[in-house]
C-alpha cells in the first residue's frame, strides 16, 4: 500500500493545490492575528510604560479602582524635586495664532532629564515657565512652528508661553498637547480639569502618605496592561471569529475537493479492492494522504502567517501611528493552534468522503457515476432534517424578535441556515436550472453541466452562500444602523456652524460673505436679543428662528418652541447651568420680562430658543446676531469651519461647530463596516478558490466529455463560454440565494436588536451596494472559470479523446 | 483507386504523416499515406493494433494535424484551417461515433442526437426534428428518446451515436472501433445499420476496427501495417 500512497500522492498532487490553498489561507489567517496581538501587547509594554523606564518607584493609590490625590501626589513632587516626576492634565482654551480658542490637554514635563520620556523630535524640551513644547501631532494640525506664541488659558489664568520644542509621546494614556515645566503646570491648580494622578520616583520615596502606594514599575505597567489588553483581547476575539467563519468555508471547501477526488478515484479504490486490498488498506491509505495535506498546508499556513503578520506590523505602525505595535514575540499558543486547526480542518473534511468511497462496493464503483436523488434513504431523511432546522430556526427567529433576545436570534439563524445547506442538493440545482433557463440554449449545456450532480453543485455553492449571507447581512444592518444613527444625530446635531455675534448684530455683510463661502448651502441670520435668565451668571443671546427649516438637520423641529417656554443646549453651557428642564425662570431683556419654562436640546450653541411671540413679548427691535449655516454634503469640515472661523474672528462673532463631529462620527462606522467586509473577504477568497477548485476537477473529469464535444464542432471558445457560463451559474445563485437570506437574517437582527436599541430605526436595504456584491460574485465566478477554460480548451481533440 | 475523379472522391490524404514526440521517443504513427475514400461506401480500416489506424483517423476527421502530407475533405484542405474554422467544418461536415463514452450523460438520447445542430447555434425546427425521428426509426431507438445514456445499453448507446453522427447529413462519417464494447449479436446490429447507412442514405462511411468479422460489412478494406497501408 506505500507505493499506492506515494503513487497517488504524486499524481494527485496538482488537485490537491487549491484545497490546500484554502487551508493555507485560514492558517494563516488565524496566525497573523495571533502576531498582530502579539505586536500589540508588546507595544503597549513599551509605549505606555515609557514615563516608568528609568524610574525605581510608582506611586498611585491603594487600591486599583480609585485614583491618587492630585494634592497628596503634588506634596510627594514637591518634596522629591528633580527625582520625581509627576503624570497629569488639565484641558485649557488654547489660542495660537489668530485661530479660535479650543480646548487641549496639558501636561508637566519631568525636571531631570533622565526621566523625560517624552520624545524630542525638533528644538528643546522647556526649561523655565514661559516656554512650551507641543506634539508634533497638534503642531501638524495646528501649524505650530518652534518660536511660535501660544496662550493658554482664560481670563487671570490665561499665560502666553513660547514653543520651543516639538515632542512625540509614546504613551498614549499620558499623552498631552502641550508639554510644560512642573512650575508652569502648577498655575492651572485651580481649574476644575487639573489632576496629577501617578508620579513616577527615583531612589527612595521616604513616608507615603495615606492612600497612596508605592509599585515596581514592570509590575505597575503589567497590572496597567491587563486593563487595557482586555480590550486587546476583545479585538483578538472579533478577530477569531471572521477566523471561524474563514475557517469554516475552508472546511466547506475542503470536503468537497476531497469528495469530488474520491468520486473521480472510486474506479481507482474499487481496482484496488478487486485485486486484494481491504476495506481498512484503501482507507488508511486515504486518511494518510489527507494527513500529508493537512501536515504540509498548515505548516505552510504558519510559515505564510508569521511572514505576512510580521511584515503588517510596521504597515500598521506607518498608517496608524496613534497605536503603535512593538516587536512582536512569537505567539507559540497560537502557531500550534493554527498549525492544529489546518490539520484536523484537513483531516475533517477528508472524512465523510472517505467513508463513502469504503461504502460503495467494488462492483458498483466500477458502472458510471450516478445522480443522488431525493428518494434514497439518506436523502429522505436529509430532506427531514432540513425542514426539520428550518421550521425550528424560524420560530426561533420568531421568538427571539418577540422578547429581543440576542441569543435566540443566533440560534434561530444557525438553525436555518444550516437547514438551507441540508436542503442545498435539492434546492440549489432548482435555482441553477431557472437562472439557467434565462440564458436561453445558449447556456443548456452549461445548467445541465452545473446540475449534474446535485450534492456536487450544492457544496460548492455552499461556501460561497455562507459568505454572501454574512456580507449581505452585514451591509444590510450597517445601513439600517446607519440611518437610525443619522437621524439621531440630525436630532442631536441640528445645525452644521452657528456664528453667534452676542455685542453687535451680525451684518448682512457678514451673512452674505458666509453664503458665499465654499461648502455653504445656506445660511440664515436668526434674530434675538441678549437676555438675563434668573440663574444664569452671565446674559445669554434669546433667539427665535421661525425658518429654522431652512438650514436645521432635523427639520426645524428643535426651534419650533411653545409660546411659554424657552429651550436651551445643555452642552453648550459646559456643566456650569444649574437650571434644570420643567423648572421656571424669569428671563429680562431691558425693563421687559417673561415667566418661561426650561426645555432641554442640543446642538444648536449658547443660545436660548423661544417662540416669536415670546421674543415679541420681550423686545421690539429684535436684531439679528446669529448665522445658522448648513454645509453642502460634500464639503471638507475642517476647511470649512476655519474659512468660518475666519470670518467670526474677524466680526468678533463666536463659531460653534458639530461638523467636526459627524465627520468623526461618520467615519468610525464607515471604518467599521469596510473592516468587517474586508475581514469577510478573506472568506470569500477562500470560497472563490473552492469554486475554481471544483470546476477544475470537474474539467479533468469531464475531458473526454470535451473531446467529444470539440470533435462534433464545439469551437474552443464555445467550450471557454460554457465553462465561465457554468461557474457564474453557480456563483451568482450562491449569490442571489446569500442576498435573500442575508436580508432576512438583517430583518431578524434588526426586530431584535437595533429596534429596541433605537426607536427611530427603520429597516434600511442598501440595493446599490447589493446589486455590487451580485455582480462582483458574477465576476468572481468568471474569473474562478479562467484557469480551467483555458486548461480544457487548450487539449486538442484528438488528445482528449485517448484519455480515459 | 487513384485514378478516380475529383467528383466521387469525399476525402483523399496524400503523403500524410504523423509523428509524436521528439527525439529518442520519436514515434512515426503515419509514415506517408495515400488514400483516396469514395463518396457513398463504406470502408473499413483495419490492422494490428498500434499500426496507427486512430492517429489516420484523427488527421483524416480534422481532430489532429498531421506532421506532414495534406488532407482534403469535400474539396477543402484541412491543413490550410485554423483551430476554428476546423471545427467548424467539422461541425458541418464530419461525423462521429467512439467506440464508448459517446454520449453526453446529462442530456437524454433525443438531446444528444440534435446536439450538433444545436452546437451549430441552429434551432431544433420541424424539418430537424423529423430527420431526428426517422434516424431513431431506423436505428431503433425510436422509443427510448426521453432516456438518458445511464439507461440504455450499450448498443443502444451506440445506435443513438450513430443517429446523432448522421443528423447533420455530413460528408463523412468516421467511427472509431464503434463495436468494441459490445458483444457479437449487438455488434452485427450496429453494424448493419452503418451498412444501411450508406447504402439507404449514401452515406460515405469510414470505420476503423480490428475484428475481421465488421470488416466484412464494409465495401473496401484498408489494411495498416507500421503506419504504412500494407
Ligand atoms: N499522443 C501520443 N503520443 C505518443 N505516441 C502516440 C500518441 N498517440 C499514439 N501514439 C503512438 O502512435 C502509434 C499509433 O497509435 P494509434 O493509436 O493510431 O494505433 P491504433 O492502430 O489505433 O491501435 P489500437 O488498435 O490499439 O487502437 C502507436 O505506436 C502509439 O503508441
Ligand atoms: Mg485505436
Known sequence: MRTVFLASLRTHTRRYVAAAIAVIVSVAFVVVIGVITSGARAGFMENAGAPFRNADHVVDAVHVDDTLDTSVAIEIVERLGKNASGLGLVLLPTRTGDRPASEMTVGPIAPAEEMRWQKLISGRFPERTGEAAVHVWDAQAREIAIGDRIRLGEGATATDLEVVGLVESPSPTAQASVYVTWPQFLHWRDQPSFHVSRVAVRGKVGQLPEGAALYSPEEYVRNGQAKLSNHADMIALILLVFAAIAVFVSVLVVANTFSVLFAQRLRDFALLRCVGATRRQVMDSVRREAAAVGVLASLTGTLVGVGLGYALIPLINTLAPTTPMGAAELPTPWLVGGFTVGLVVTLLASLLPTRRVVRVSPLAALRPDTAVDGHTATGRVRLALAALLLVTGLALLGVAMVQDSTVLMLAGGGSVFAGVLLFGPALVPRLVRITGALLGPAGRLATKNAVRNPRRTAATTASLLVCVTLTTAVLTGSATTRAAVDEERDRDHPIDVALTSPETPVTTDLLDQVRRTPGVEQAIPVEGAMAQVAGLDEPILVVTAPDAERVARDGGSFARVEPGKIRLDYAAFDKNLSLRPGDRVTVRVGDRRAQLQVAAGTGWGQAGVVAPATLAQLTDAPEPHVIWVRASAGADPLELVGDLAGLANAAGAEIHDNLQARATEDQLLRILTWSVLGLLGIAVVIALIGIANTLGLSVLERAREHAMLRALGLTRRQLRRMLATEAMLLSVVATLLGTVIGVGFAWAGYETVVKPALKDASMQVPWPSLGVVVLVAALAGLLAAVLPARRAARVTPAAGLSLD | ?230
Request: proline content about 3%.
Open chain 2, 1 to 230: 483507386m487513384r485514378t478516380t475523379t475529383q467528383a466521387t472522391v469525399a476525402a483523399s490524404a496524400r503523403d500524410l504523416t504523423k509523428t509524436y514526440g521528439q527525439g529518442d521517443a520519436q514515434v512515426h504513427a503515419l509514415r506517408g499515406i495515400d488514400l483516396d475514400l469514395h463518396r457513398g461506401r463504406f470502408t473499413a480500416i483495419m490492422g494490428p493494433s498500434g499500426s496507427g489506424k486512430s492517429t489516420l483517423m484523427h488527421c483524416l476527421a480534422g481532430l489532429d494535424h498531421a506532421s506532414g502530407g495534406t488532407v482534403t475533405v469535400a474539396g477543402t484542405d484541412l491543413g490550410s484551417l485554423d483551430d476554428d474554422a476546423l471545427t467548424i467544418f467539422r461541425r458541418e461536415h464530419i461525423g462521429f461515433v467512439f467506440q464508448s463514452f459517446n454520449l453526453l450523460p446529462m442530456l437524454t438520447a433525443g438531446e444528444n442526437i440534435v446536439l450538433p445542430l444545436e452546437l451549430g447555434g441552429r434551432r431544433t425546427d420541424d424539418a430537424a426534428r423529423e430527420r431526428a425521428h426517422m434516424l431513431a426509426d431506423i436505428l431503433g431507438v425510436a422509443d427510448r428518446l426521453g432516456h438518458r445514456p445511464a439507461e440504455l445499453s450499450g448498443g443502444q448507446q451506440q445506435r443513438v451515436a450513430i443517429a446523432r453522427a448522421l443528423i447533420t447529413q455530413p460528408d463523412l462519417l468516421f467511427a472509431d472501433e464503434p463495436t468494441g464494447n459490445l458483444d457479437s449479436t449487438t455488434s452485427a446490429e450496429v453494424l448493419n445499420h452503418l451498412r444501411r447507412s450508406a447504402r439507404e442514405l449514401g452515406q460515405t462511411i469510414v470505420m476503423v476496427t480490428h475484428e475481421r468479422d465488421a470488416a466484412t460489412y464494409a465495401d473496401d478494406v484498408v489494411t495498416m501495417q507500421d503506419g504504412r497501408i500494407a
